[in-house]
């Protein structure tokens, strides 16, 4: 059973939960408005729109439980799924899926991206959000626990980027982007987080690992994959357009009679 990722969606109305999701959503729009293909999902936290600004024609929420989803022009369809574990998706049938925080409240977050790996096209995309433990966000969540006032809902576990490219890594995942944001220090107030604004442009130019918030782009690549179509039939062409051996040998022959 998934740790209950819900506590993260009250926790989104809070003046600092606006400001980090004000972050994700527009870095969501930019990343996933390129992203080409048939078919999208967004696993968990309903509350999101993370593929609001994509274009494919399909496009689907996953989660365990149905929730009241936000007015969007974004189409979308709400797929229950029981475990994150095991998503309800032919092997090899989407173009991207997105894990907003999933992977900090699951119980086995290694086996989540081994089935996005699963359903994954061959070249299709993963992006993953998540909370940098090396922030002062990270650092105040550390606290909390020991102290109990906690900052975050408790039982989400920050993972490192460093440790989630090993794992992508391992599933033969490439990434290709990162993103670091939201550098305000972890404050409850819109006053507060207001008086350091002047942080965001600082920390994104001399301190850009320390941000709050990171986002994660990857490829799924494909070993042993085989050229086909036009790239194929232009590769043929220019082998093709060579001497025979035959000729060669000719050419060879008569120079040498003269």
């Not at 990434?175 to 987080?193: E, S």
Request: charged share 20%; glycine share 6%.
């Amino acid at each position: 059973m998934e740790k209950p990722i819900i506590s993260l969606a009250p926790w989104f109305d809070t003046p600092a939960g606006s400001y980090v999701r004000a972050w994700e959503q527009a870095r969501l729009d930019e990343l996933t408005a390129d992203i080409f293909g048939y078919n999208a999902v967004q696993i968990g936290l309903p509350c999101m729109d993370s593929l609001a600004a994509n274009r494919m024609p399909n496009k689907w929420q996953t989660d365990s439980a149905l929730f009241t989803l936000p007015q969007s022009d974004s189409l979308q369809r709400v797929v229950l799924s029981h475990d994150f574990a095991e998503l309800p998706f032919a092997t090899q049938s989407l173009d991207l899926v997105v894990l907003p925080h999933v992977l900090e409240f699951a119980n086995e977050p290694h086996q989540i991206l081994r089935e996005v790996e699963r359903v994954l096209i061959p070249e299709g995309q993963v992006i993953v959000c998540g909370f940098n433990p090396i922030s002062m966000w990270g650092v105040r969540q550390g606290v909390g626990r020991i102290t109990g006032s906690h900052f975050l809902p408790l039982h989400g576990e920050f993972i490192s980027v460093p440790r989630l490219k090993d794992w992508l890594k391992l599933l033969n995942m490439e990434v290709n982007r990162g993103h670091f944001g939201c550098y305000k220090p972890p404050f409850l107030t819109t006053k507060w987080l207001q008086r350091f604004a002047f942080l965001e442009k600082a920390g994104d130019r001399w301190w850009p690992y320390l941000g709050a918030l990171y986002m994660v782009q990857a490829i799924k690549r494909v070993k042993g994959m085989r050229l086909v179509g036009p790239a194929l039939q232009r590769r043929t062409k220019r082998m093709s357009a060579g001497v025979p051996a035959t000729n060669r040998m000719r050419v060879q022959i008569e120079v040498e009679s003269e």
